[in-house]
């Protein structure tokens, strides 16, 4: 009961904001509606047990992803609270491709047996079955995906010196 | 119904750290700060209210209780008034894993999650969100400058603060606070793999002191530069809000540098042999205390050092006695948490009051080029010696 209870709260604090995200007119406001709904979903991996990922939510995309974002945003010239339009001449298209998707969505919901059988224990996420997992069976993914990050930055700082 | 219960004490809990935090945090340390600050000045700072001007907070907060919210005309008043409360809500949940001290086989912590520091870490990092978001609904330049300082500053000091928090729970395994602390029984983590864990310290102490925009890292709030910073626009209890925030983070940063690398609320003990040391550090705080009181004239510029050198003479030599009586522990563990906090906290504000701020550049490049590599060097060092000596 307090689970499904949790579960509703913390779907109406993603979904509100999140409409908010796609609506307003204001750029900032949408920006900062972000944040609701990133902890929102920190609240769902709370109630799986990821502590550890809750934890990096909130530190990389609450305190980071969107400061950057609103940082970016101030910095130019959408930053005077700028009214900005949030739909163009795509909204059938749009429309069309999201009914399709809920009703792919619906279909798999309906042809699922629920509960899925759910047989013992999830596994461990603690921060040190991650790490451990980090090191041994995806260690080669793991890198791969550093070495992207690393490309990318040394590719903004390229970039950004050019202009001088 | 446990559901119920857990509510109910989440709420009692959350009102308990509040009232803390705003007597201990935000009166206590508004005060300890305006006192520290006239003495390192030459001046006597408050005076007048109540005993030593103990109470010229609790007047001030009455004070700005009774003032008008103004909203300037053009802010975005929705955004401009929940500014405030993010800053104070993060500020109060920092508080959520720090551990006060042991009382039989109970911690004293609101919640002992295995995560600990990282939560620690994630909630410091909402702050900024307040701070950047009251500075644009403001509808100021210079309290929208503020809020951008304070988000490129905040955004360059979380990395080394992080690699600060990972030495300790590298040396640890394990990061949560409570076990933290545990793992320090045998030695406080400064003094860990000399002088590799000083190094840590003072790269997360830098960090800290970033983190929670003080001097020399207040550009954000530069009043010489920019009125009051993001918070320019704010009257009455919204501007109290951001204080109580600020203070709190303060409070919660010392805290944590003492959980990480002081040993939390462990008494620093030596074994019966060694009881002299208190003894020798007694008498010379004494004798501190006596060049101070009567060699030198009284003036208020050395009065911190008076006051710093009276209590360790008292705690010294508090210990060398408890330790001559056979106590395996002579003050309770409380007492010890905030002993490390409140000499913390004075250290901070004294480099509040004795050092100039540094200029944006600086403080990015000293970021960048100084902490980061510092502390990863640090980092992947003690990795190795720990692996070898394993």
């Given at each position: 009961?307090?689970?499904?209870?949790?579960?509703?709260?913390?779907?109406?604090?993603?979904?509100?904001?999140?409409?908010?995200?796609?609506?307003?007119?204001?750029?900032?406001?949408?920006?900062?509606?972000?944040?609701?709904?990133?902890?929102?979903?920190?609240?769902?991996?709370?109630?799986?047990?990821?502590?550890?990922?809750?934890?990096?939510?909130?530190?990389?995309?609450?305190?980071?992803?969107?400061?950057?974002?609103?940082?970016?945003?101030?910095?130019?010239?959408?930053?005077?609270?700028?009214?900005?339009?949030?739909?163009?001449?795509?909204?059938?298209?749009?429309?069309?491709?999201?009914?399709?998707?809920?009703?792919?969505?619906?279909?798999?919901?309906?042809?699922?047996?629920?509960?899925?059988?759910?047989?013992?224990?999830?596994?461990?996420?603690?921060?040190?079955?991650?790490?451990?997992?980090?090191?041994?069976?995806?260690?080669?993914?793991?890198?791969?995906?550093?070495?992207?990050?690393?490309?990318?930055?040394?590719?903004?700082?390229?970039?950004?010196?050019?202009?001088? | 119904?446990?559901?119920f219960v857990e509510i109910l004490k989440a709420?009692?809990?959350?009102?308990?750290?509040?009232?803390?935090?705003a007597v201990v945090g935000a009166m206590f340390?508004?005060?300890?700060?305006?006192?520290?600050?006239?003495?390192?000045?030459?001046?006597?700072?408050?005076?007048?209210?109540?005993?030593?001007?103990?109470?010229?907070?609790?007047?001030?907060?009455?004070?700005?209780?009774?003032?008008?919210?103004?909203?300037?005309?053009?802010?975005?008043?929705?955004?401009?008034?929940?500014?405030?409360?993010?800053?104070?809500?993060?500020?109060?949940?920092?508080?959520?894993?720090?551990?006060?001290?042991?009382?039989?086989?109970?911690?004293?912590?609101?919640?002992?999650?295995?995560?600990?520091?990282?939560?620690?870490?994630?909630?410091?990092?909402?702050?900024?969100?307040?701070?950047?978001?009251?500075?644009?609904?403001?509808?100021?330049?210079?309290?929208?400058?503020?809020?951008?300082?304070?988000?490129?500053?905040?955004?360059?000091?979380?990395?080394?603060?992080?690699?600060?928090?990972?030495?300790?729970?590298?040396?640890?395994?394990?990061?949560?606070?409570?076990?933290?602390?545990?793992?320090?029984?045998?030695?406080?983590?400064?003094?860990?793999?000399?002088?590799?864990?000083?190094?840590?310290?003072?790269?997360?102490?830098?960090?800290?002191?970033?983190?929670?925009?003080?001097?020399?890292?207040?550009?954000?709030?530069?009043?010489?530069?920019?009125?009051?910073?993001?918070?320019?626009?704010?009257?009455?209890?919204?501007?109290?809000?951001?204080?109580?925030?600020?203070?709190?983070?303060?409070?919660?940063?010392?805290?944590?540098?003492?959980?990480?690398?002081?040993?939390?609320?462990?008494?620093?003990?030596?074994?019966?042999?060694?009881?002299?040391?208190?003894?020798?550090?007694?008498?010379?705080?004494?004798?501190?205390?006596?060049?101070?009181?009567?060699?030198?004239?009284?003036?208020?510029?050395?009065?911190?050092?008076?006051?710093?050198?009276?209590?360790?003479?008292?705690?010294?030599?508090?210990?060398?006695?408890?330790?001559?009586?056979?106590?395996?522990?002579?003050?309770?563990?409380?007492?010890?948490?905030?002993?490390?906090?409140?000499?913390?906290?004075?250290?901070?504000?004294?480099?509040?009051?004795?050092?100039?701020?540094?200029?944006?550049?600086?403080?990015?490049?000293?970021?960048?080029?100084?902490?980061?590599?510092?502390?990863?060097?640090?980092?992947?060092?003690?990795?190795?010696?720990?692996?070898?000596?394993?």
């Open positions: 009961m307090g689970e499904f209870a949790a579960f509703t709260i913390l779907s109406l604090l993603i979904l509100i904001p999140a409409v908010v995200v796609v609506t307003s007119k204001n750029i900032v406001r949408s920006a900062l509606s972000l944040v609701p709904t990133l902890l929102g979903v920190t609240g769902f991996y709370v109630l799986l047990q990821a502590e550890f990922v809750a934890g990096i939510q909130v530190l990389i995309y609450a305190g980071a992803i969107t400061v950057l974002l609103l940082f970016v945003i101030m910095l130019t010239e959408g930053g005077a609270g700028l009214q900005v339009r949030q739909v163009n001449e795509q909204i059938p298209l749009g429309v069309t491709a999201a009914v399709w998707l809920a009703f792919l969505l619906l279909l798999v919901f309906s042809r699922t047996t629920w509960p899925v059988a759910q047989r013992g224990n999830p596994p461990a996420y603690s921060a040190l079955a991650i790490g451990n997992a980090f090191m041994t069976d995806y260690v080669l993914v793991f890198e791969v995906t550093s070495l992207v990050l690393l490309v990318s930055l040394v590719g903004a700082i390229i970039i950004a010196r050019r202009e001088e | 119904m446990s559901t709420i009692g809990l959350a009102v308990l750290v509040f009232t803390f935090l340390g508004v005060y300890m700060e305006r006192k520290i600050s006239g003495w390192i000045q030459a001046r006597l700072g408050p005076k007048h209210v109540g005993p030593q001007g103990l109470l010229q907070t609790i007047a001030d907060t009455v004070k700005l209780l009774q003032k008008e919210h103004i909203t300037p005309r053009r802010a975005d008043a929705l955004i401009f008034n929940s500014a405030p409360i993010i800053v104070a809500v993060a500020g109060l949940l920092d508080w959520v894993v720090i551990p006060f001290g042991q009382v039989g086989n109970r911690f004293l912590v609101v919640r002992d999650i295995n995560i600990g520091v990282v939560y620690f870490a994630a909630m410091a990092s909402l702050t900024v969100i307040g701070i950047l978001a009251g500075g644009w609904a403001s509808n100021n330049k210079y309290a929208l400058l503020g809020g951008l300082r304070a988000a490129s500053q905040m955004i360059s000091y979380e990395i080394p603060l992080a690699l600060g928090i990972l030495w300790a729970a590298m040396i640890a395994g394990s990061l949560s606070t409570v076990s933290l602390v545990e793992a320090q029984r045998g030695g406080w983590f400064i003094f860990k793999v000399p002088p590799l864990g000083l190094l840590a310290a003072l790269t997360f102490l830098v960090a800290a002191t970033a983190e929670v925009n003080r001097v020399p890292f207040d550009l954000p709030e530069a009043e010489s530069e920019l009125v009051a910073g993001y918070f320019a626009e704010y009257t009455g209890m919204r501007f109290a809000l951001f204080q109580l925030g600020e203070y709190a983070e303060m409070f919660a940063f010392a805290a944590l540098f003492s959980v990480l690398f002081l040993g939390g609320w462990d008494e620093p003990s030596l074994s019966r042999q060694w009881a002299w040391v208190w003894l020798v550090l007694g008498a010379g705080s004494l004798a501190l205390v006596a060049l101070i009181q009567f060699r030198l004239r009284h003036v208020l510029l050395v009065r911190p050092i008076f006051i710093l050198a009276v209590m360790a003479a008292g705690l010294s030599l508090i210990l060398f006695f408890g330790v001559m009586a056979g106590r395996a522990q002579v003050l309770p563990s409380i007492v010890w948490f905030f002993v490390k906090m409140f000499t913390l906290v004075f250290f901070l504000m004294w480099m509040r009051w004795t050092y100039p701020r540094l200029r944006l550049d600086q403080l990015l490049s000293l970021s960048w080029k100084v902490l980061l590599p510092l502390g990863l060097l640090n980092l992947l060092i003690t990795a190795f010696i720990i692996t070898v000596a394993r």
